[in-house]
Structures are given as structure tokens and as C-alpha cells.
């Protein structure tokens, strides 16, 4: 029989956070790593734990840890992706798009066999001034902006599209390089085509071929329209304008929009954008708050709109 070593009375101690070994009250005796022995008092066998130290096998070392017990919360948190608010519109179908719901069924499955769906978050810019063209999107919801860019950064918006039109399309007649910086001002949901085979499709389809540069004519009369409007009409008149035709883009009459993206829409400085929203909101027609403008009075920001919106929606329906 193996003689037996009596040592003097144990205490735990901890040995880092979370793990707990024996230690003797003698300082100068510490345990060896790796080392089998026998208490006296209890004839229970210590064996080495995951640090080699000997360690009582009737504690249950992992069951409950102290560093656990301090630092884990009793609900568990929410992830990043449930605290973040949603960035992206949902996606729907080709076919809330006007222009692919307007084409032939012939026309229409040319294109669908080469679109994938898209969602893109605000702010995202998908083409530069000066880019070539490599996608052509198809709106289903949100907004696109197209902003005129000057040699010193400064932006001014000139049209925007939803889901009645189409960006890019001019790269189905050829290699096309953006004049204007397209951005998503609203989160879009869209079907988008590589611009290669859009004009393989193009090429084979007078229709289609039609649809670019009749919503090419579409674009440059906003274009002209809206020129026209930041030289000659008053703030308060433009930003109605500007909100009614951001409502009927992505057919909501709620918008997220900061301040900042409105006063580059617009031209202007920031706290003018925070005066003429106060304005309205006193005349009832809008609320705004932490970036969210709800319209409340459609025809009341209608009255309080220049005619440029009313112009603008004659001339998109003559030319779509």
C-alpha cells in the first residue's frame, strides 16, 4: 500500500478568473504540476486540472464560474442586426416597376432572364460623374437622386427617379459614362440588369430601344424644369415641390430624410432647411421630426407649391 502524505488543512484560492485549485496554508510548499496525491482527510484522489494543478474532482469547476456570475447580464442583448434600424426598402416585384410593366411579354422576358434583385441603402452612390454606366436599375420603391456636381464638390439635385423610370438607360444604345452622380435618396428596391447584356436586349428590340431615349427626353425636361426652379421660386415653394414629388417617387407620404441630404436637394444651407420646415409645420401641412417628414395635408402643399410640380407631371405623362 502506498504511503500516505498528510498535509495541513486546505483552502481554495483563486487561480485566474473563473478556475479554482487547492492551496495548503504552508507558503512554502505549492503544489506541483501534474502531481497525484491523497487527502488524509477524505481519501478523495485530486487530479490535475486543464493548468496541470491538482484540483478536488468533487467540484464542479465549470458548472458555475465566478467571472460568469459577475459579467454576464441575466436577459441576453440584442445583436447588432436587431438594434440597428433598416437601412434597406424591402423587396417586391419587377413588375411594380411602370416601364417593365408597360412592355410586351416578348420585351419583358428578354430582360427578366438577365435581372437580379437589388436593395440599396440611403445614401449609396451607384454612379460618379465621369463613371462609366455598368448597371442599369429598375426601380420597385425609394428614390434615386441625380445631382449635378461641381469642380469643388458642391451638388445640386436635378431629377430624381422611382419607380416609374429607370436609371442609366442610356447605356443600352452604348458604352455610356454617367454625366451626373446618382445616388439613393430614399432606400430602393430595384431589378437591375449588367449593362452588357441590356444592350444585347436593346439591340434585338425596337420597343426597348424607344423606352431609353424617350425616358432620356423625360430625364433632361426635369432637368430643364427643375433648373429653372431654384433660380426663380422662393424656398418655402420649392421645398414643397421637392417633397411632393419625393411622395409620389416612392409612393409614401412618409420620408427619411436629414437635413442635410435636403439642403444639397435643394441648394441651400442647412438652417434654411430647419426654418421652412418649422414654417410648415405650422401651416399643418407637414410634421418633422428626428429626420422623418410626414405629409398630413396633400392639397394644403399643393397651394403652397410652385407650378413646377404640376409641370413636371404633365411632361412625365406626355413623354411615358
Given at each position: 500500500m502506498p504511503a500516505m502524505i498528510l498535509l495541513p488543512a486546505a483552502r481554495r484560492i483563486p487561480d485566474k478568473p473563473g478556475v479554482w485549485r487547492e492551496q495548503t496554508e504552508a507558503p512554502d510548499r505549492p503544489l506541483k504540476r501534474g502531481t497525484?496525491?491523497?487527502?488524509?482527510?477524505?481519501?478523495?484522489?485530486?487530479?490535475?486540472d486543464r493548468q496541470g494543478l491538482c484540483a478536488d474532482p468533487t467540484i464542479n469547476h465549470t458548472a458555475e464560474r465566478p467571472s460568469e456570475r459577475a459579467f454576464t447580464p441575466a436577459?441576453?442583448?440584442?445583436t447588432d442586426r436587431a438594434r440597428k434600424p433598416r437601412l434597406h426598402a424591402p423587396l417586391t416585384s419587377p413588375?411594380?416597376?411602370?416601364?417593365?410593366?408597360?412592355?410586351?411579354?416578348?420585351?419583358f422576358d428578354m430582360l427578366a432572364a438577365h435581372l437580379t434583385a437589388s436593395s440599396?441603402?440611403?445614401?449609396?452612390?451607384?454612379?460618379?460623374?465621369?463613371?462609366?454606366?455598368?448597371?442599369?436599375?429598375?426601380?420597385?420603391?425609394?428614390?434615386?437622386?441625380?445631382?449635378?456636381?461641381?469642380?469643388?464638390?458642391?451638388?445640386?439635385?436635378?431629377?430624381?427617379?422611382g419607380r416609374e423610370g429607370v436609371v442609366g438607360a442610356m447605356a443600352g444604345l452604348g458604352l455610356y459614362k454617367s454625366l451626373v452622380r446618382a445616388i439613393v435618396q430614399l432606400p430602393v428596391s430595384a431589378s437591375k440588369i449588367a449593362a452588357a447584356p441590356f444592350r444585347r436586349v436593346v439591340a434585338s428590340?425596337?420597343?426597348?430601344?424607344?423606352?431609353?431615349?424617350?425616358?432620356?427626353?423625360?430625364?433632361?425636361?426635369?432637368?430643364?424644369?427643375?433648373?429653372?426652379?431654384?433660380?426663380?421660386?422662393?424656398?418655402?415653394a420649392r421645398f414643397c415641390r421637392w417633397l411632393l414629388q419625393s411622395a409620389d417617387r416612392a409612393a409614401?407620404?412618409?420620408?427619411?430624410?436629414?437635413?442635410?441630404?435636403?439642403?444639397?436637394?435643394?441648394?441651400?444651407?442647412?438652417?434654411?432647411?430647419?426654418?421652412?420646415?418649422?414654417?410648415?409645420?405650422?401651416?399643418?401641412?407637414?410634421?418633422?421630426?428626428?429626420?422623418?417628414?410626414?405629409?398630413?395635408?396633400?392639397?394644403?402643399?399643393?397651394?403652397?407649391?410652385?407650378?413646377?410640380?404640376?409641370?413636371?407631371?404633365?411632361?412625365?405623362?406626355?413623354?411615358?
Open positions: 497525484w496525491d491523497r487527502m488524509a482527510d477524505s481519501g478523495q484522489r485530486r487530479v490535475p436577459v441576453a442583448r440584442p413588375l411594380d416597376n411602370k416601364l417593365l410593366a408597360s412592355l410586351s411579354r416578348r420585351d440599396l441603402a440611403q445614401g449609396e452612390v451607384v454612379y460618379e460623374a465621369g463613371a462609366e454606366v455598368d448597371h442599369v436599375y429598375f426601380p420597385h420603391g425609394g428614390m434615386f437622386s441625380l445631382l449635378a456636381v461641381m469642380r469643388d464638390g458642391k451638388a445640386i439635385e436635378t431629377a430624381t427617379v428590340s425596337d420597343p426597348l430601344r424607344d423606352l431609353c431615349v424617350r425616358y432620356n427626353e423625360v430625364m433632361l425636361a426635369q432637368a430643364r424644369v427643375t433648373a429653372a426652379c431654384n433660380a426663380l421660386h422662393r424656398i418655402d409614401s407620404d412618409t420620408l427619411s430624410l436629414t437635413q442635410e441630404l435636403l439642403a444639397e436637394m435643394l441648394g441651400v444651407r442647412r438652417t434654411s432647411v430647419t426654418e421652412v420646415a418649422r414654417r410648415m409645420q405650422k401651416k399643418g401641412v407637414i410634421t418633422y421630426t428626428r429626420g422623418v417628414i410626414r405629409i398630413l395635408d396633400r392639397a394644403g402643399l399643393k397651394r403652397l407649391s410652385c407650378e413646377c410640380y404640376e409641370t413636371l407631371m404633365e411632361q412625365e405623362a406626355t413623354l411615358t
